[in-house]
């Protein structure tokens, strides 16, 4: 079965610029997380979709980063204006059902480099 | 809020030498999980542990879950170069809807 799909893989920006993430999850998972992974540091979660709908996205800086998951399926999560502090690794994960005992599944994630 | 805490941050072995890394949690756990992501990598699940006092195997890995739910442990016996990378613990919150939280992780550098 095909795995987590994102992109890009790479993107440098400078300050204050705006830059977007896509993520397409394994197909028939219901739900997708958006990580972010900072060197050194182990993924902490932006926000988690069940099918469309938010779950959980306390730790997500709402005054700069927005997510959405059209259809229930495909992602973007977008940064904007983005601050030095940006640069990290940007996870999507997915998994069957979101609860109790379910396994994620990671992508390869998207390095963002701000300048 | 809730904090998963792992130790020792880094650890360097020979091949051949076993290696443990500990996981602790400041709230009672549902359930812990293990990711391994190798340098450069993304993080992969490695198992899951539900049950108090749970001990899981696989193959060189053996995995703990502590009697009160709130540690873990993760023993590596006889390291090999393929063992390398990062290695997170991941525990989800007892009560109704939890994210899970991960540590933030214990690298392993093995030399042959």
């Known amino acids: 079965e095909a795995g987590v799909a994102q992109s890009p893989r790479y993107k440098i920006i400078e300050k204050r610029q705006s830059v977007a993430f896509w993520c397409n999850p394994i197909s028939g998972h219901a739900t997708l997380y958006w990580y972010q992974q900072i060197l050194g540091q182990g993924p902490k979660l932006l926000i988690q979709?069940?099918?469309?709908?938010?779950?959980?996205d306390s730790q997500l800086p709402k005054d700069r980063f927005s997510a959405e998951r059209l259809k229930g399926v495909d992602s973007t999560l977008k940064i904007q204006p983005a601050k030095l502090e940006d640069s990290a690794v940007y996870l999507c994960?997915?998994?069957?059902?979101?609860?109790?005992?379910?396994?994620?599944?990671f992508g390869p994630g998207t390095r963002l480099t701000v300048t | 809020g809730q904090q998963v805490m792992q130790i020792p941050q880094y650890q360097h072995v020979q091949e051949g030498e076993d290696f443990t890394t500990y996981c602790n949690s400041s709230?009672?756990?549902?359930?812990i999980q293990w990711y391994k992501q190798r340098p450069g990598g993304h993080p992969v699940f490695l198992i899951q542990l539900v049950k108090s006092g749970e001990v899981k195997k696989q193959k060189r890995l053996t995995f703990q879950f502590g009697e009160a739910k709130k540690n873990s442990s993760l023993h590596i016996t006889a390291t090999q170069t393929t063992d390398v990378g990062t290695y997170f613990c991941a525990g989800r919150r007892s009560g109704g809807y939890n994210k899970l939280i991960f540590g933030a992780g214990t690298r392993l550098a093995v030399h042959p």
């Open positions: 709230t009672t756990l549902s359930n």
């Open positions: 994960a997915s998994s069957l059902r979101g609860q109790g005992v379910d396994e994620q599944y």
């Open positions: 979709f069940q099918n469309n709908g938010v779950v959980d």
